[in-house]
C-alpha cells in the first residue's frame, strides 16, 4: 500500500512552533479525511487533528487553541501547524490518510512512517 509522507519533525524549545506536513499519493485515490496522530512510548496512539474534504477541523483538547490543520485538496496535503509547543507535546507524529481507491472502489487507510518531535524545557 502506498504509503503518505511526512515531513517537517524536529527540536523545538517550549513556547515555539514547528509545522508538519503530510502528502497523500496524489494518483488513484480521492481522499476524504487527513488526520495527524501523536503516540509517546507506552501509550496508545491518541488522534489529535482531523479534517475532513470539506475542511471541517476537529482537534483534541490538548491542542486546541495551539494546533492549527490546513489541507490543500488539490495537492491531497495537510499540515500542521503546532504553536505554544510543550514538553508534554514531545512524540511520534502521524499522519492518516483515509479515501478510496478510485480504480477498485476499495477503502484506502494508510499511516506515514511517523516523524519526531522533541518539546524541551
Known amino acids: 500500500q502506498v504509503q503518505p509522507v511526512e515531513s517537517g519533525g524536529g527540536l523545538v524549545q517550549a513556547g515555539g512552533s514547528l509545522r508538519l506536513s503530510c502528502a497523500a499519493p496524489?494518483?488513484?485515490?480521492?481522499?476524504?479525511?487527513m488526520g495527524w496522530y501523536r503516540q509517546v512510548p507506552g501509550k496508545q496512539r491518541e488522534l489529535i487533528a482531523i479534517?475532513?474534504?470539506?475542511?471541517?477541523?476537529n482537534y483534541a483538547d490538548t491542542v486546541k487553541g495551539r494546533f492549527t490543520i490546513s489541507r490543500d485538496s488539490a495537492k491531497k496535503t495537510a499540515n500542521l501547524q503546532m504553536s505554544s509547543l510543550k514538553p508534554e507535546d514531545t512524540a511520534v507524529y502521524y499522519c492518516?490518510?483515509?479515501?478510496?481507491?478510485?480504480?477498485?472502489?476499495?477503502?484506502?487507510?494508510?499511516w506515514g512512517q511517523g516523524t519526531q518531535v522533541t518539546v524541551s524545557s
Open positions: 479534517i475532513s474534504s470539506d475542511g471541517r477541523a
Open positions: 496524489r494518483s488513484r485515490f480521492n481522499i476524504n479525511t
Open positions: 492518516n490518510v483515509i479515501g478510496r481507491d478510485l480504480i477498485d472502489g476499495s477503502q484506502y487507510d494508510a
